[in-house]
């Protein structure tokens, strides 16, 4: 996700790479959604959902400007290469040594612009057609120190990524064989408020189950981290169906039972105390900055690329809003589980019980799946990280070391807390929101930079942004570091008051 330059894959056209978008987009994060939603009150929640939508998209046609200005330097490089060789052969020297960039040591080369260069390419010197990684990005435009704090940022995300995950599918088995086999069945989503110390199975309690269940998930899937597993077309095509289908019957059943006159829910139009969860679960949610270079490149035809994302983000705000809003108005607030899915385990709510298990036990089949490609995308990042040019890892440290890394923290975390909305919420504010607001705004502001530097001021990168003033990459910035500094006032103001 985060390294190199990597093969470009099959070409498939716009409108297939608009679904592509919305499957990445839509995921774990919009299942802890509608909690956060009735927590922070329906008007406060819609406002910065719209909000946290716009800036998600004005951070993505940066980063689709970054990939672009990427393509024109590795391209312009080849060129220049190039007319060395054929210079070379000529027995002339029209180009000085101190024309070339040089990326390599994160250092970049003070250059003048090259004419003939921009004569012989300026129409499709910007065309995205190799992927181009944001680590790649990150060391073609950032210094060393900025290419740390990219894998830094990159790494956190990851962790807590994999302890939602860790956690999300424990939960979930916890609550429906819990419900199942105890005293209490069906009842998951009747409101009734279960302590992690209440009976489950005899004497186990649900908190022993849960962790049961963690450890198994844990050593059914973690071994995985110590190899190299793939995401097949298949397997995305059986996750995205089971995905649309539990999505589509949740907000199908909710609006049923609210057209019959059975909806319960009562919602406020404004918590501030909600405001800190639902930014994060609000920022988790519309995550789709690093995954870009996979998606955007493949597109056959990029012309209108952004207004192609524009699309989509008008269509995920409209879902989220959809389902948000048929769920705290279906249910109370207080019966609202961190894992949507959950509350359709209730036999009042839905009689067939085929159903109920599938929506249930929903978490638990998708998040498997990717349990293991993101846990191989986190050990890489920590090998690139660490990676000295020309030096090879010992075997230990290579197979063992850093899988175990990868995999001990996030189990830990799962181990001591399995409260969702707090994991999205604080995986999103923070590490989040370095990824989806501050890299990609300072990859805007550098490659404009280094575009300028090799191409001249005149150069028009044909993918530039609409928001493409330096007002809106300040805007972004201060943004970012004002969410920073509120999301932790508001943590350490939240735990004195306790």
């Given at each position: 996700m985060a390294g190199g330059i990597t093969d470009t894959g099959e070409l498939y056209s716009p409108y297939v790479g608009l679904v592509y978008m919305f499957n990445l987009i839509v995921g774990t994060g919009a299942l802890t959604m509608p909690k956060a939603f009735a927590t922070a009150g329906w008007l406060v929640s819609l406002v910065l959902l719209l909000f946290l939508g716009f800036m998600s998209y004005m951070t993505t046609t940066f980063v689709v400007e970054a990939m672009a200005a990427a393509n024109a330097q590795l391209r312009w490089k080849r060129m220049e290469k190039r007319k060395e060789d054929d210079e070379e052969e000529d027995s002339s020297s029209g180009v000085s040594d101190s024309d070339v960039l040089l990326q390599d040591g994160y250092e970049r080369a003070e250059?003048?612009?090259?004419?003939?260069?921009?004569?012989?390419?300026?129409?499709?010197?910007?065309?995205?057609?190799?992927?181009?990684?944001?680590?790649?990005?990150?060391?073609?435009?950032?210094?060393?120190?900025?290419?740390n704090l990219f894998y830094f940022c990159i790494i956190i995300y990851l962790y807590g990524d994999l302890a939602i995950y860790a956690a999300a599918v424990p939960v979930s088995l916890m609550q429906v064989t819990c419900s199942v086999t105890g005293n209490h069945s069906c009842s998951v989503g009747d409101g009734t408020k279960y302590n992690d110390t209440d009976k489950c199975w005899g004497p186990i309690r649900r908190i022993d189950a849960y962790r049961l269940y963690l450890a198994a998930f844990t050593l059914l899937l973690g071994p995985f981290t110590f190899f190299n597993v793939q995401k097949t077309k298949y397997l995305q095509i059986m996750t995205s169906l089971m995905r649309w289908i539990a999505f589509i019957l949740m907000i199908i059943l909710a609006l049923i039972r609210i057209g019959r006159g059975q909806a319960e829910g009562h919602p406020s139009m404004a918590q501030p105390s909600g405001i800190r969860n639902l930014f994060g679960v609000c920022v988790y949610s519309f995550m789709c900055q690093h995954s870009l270079p996979s998606l955007i490149t493949p597109i056959s035809k990029k012309k209108h690329v952004n207004k192609l994302v524009l699309l989509d983000y008008i269509l995920i705000l409209a879902f989220y809003s959809l389902l948000s809003f048929t769920a705290i108005y279906c249910f109370r607030n207080d019966t609202l589980m961190d894992m949507y899915t959950l509350n359709f385990t209730n036999c009042e709510i839905i009689s067939v019980a085929f159903i109920r298990y599938f929506l249930g036990l929903f978490p638990v089949f998708t998040i498997s799946t990717n349990f293991p490609i993101i846990a191989v995308t986190l050990r890489n990042n920590w090998k690139t990280l660490f990676h000295r040019e020309g030096?090879?890892?010992?075997?230990?440290?290579?197979?063992?070391?850093?899988?175990?890394?990868?995999?001990?923290?996030?189990v830990l975390v799962a181990f001591c807390t399995h409260d969702l909305e707090s994991l999205v919420g604080i995986t999103g504010a923070y590490a989040g929101n370095g990824i989806q607001y501050l890299i990609p705004a300072f990859l805007a502001y550098c490659s404009r930079k280094d575009t300028q530097l090799v191409f001249g001021s005149g150069t028009v990168n044909k993918h530039l942004s609409p928001f493409r003033h330096t007002f809106w990459i300040v805007f972004v910035l201060i943004w970012g570091f004002s969410c920073f500094v509120f999301v932790t006032a508001n943590i350490v103001l939240s735990e004195s008051k306790l």
């Open positions: 250059t003048r612009p090259i004419l003939s260069i921009q004569r012989r390419g300026s129409a499709n010197i910007f065309e995205i057609t190799e992927r181009v990684e944001m680590g790649q990005m990150a060391s073609m435009f950032f210094n060393k120190v900025g290419v030096g090879t890892y010992p075997w230990v440290v290579d197979r063992i070391v850093f899988p175990a890394i990868t995999l001990i923290p996030p």
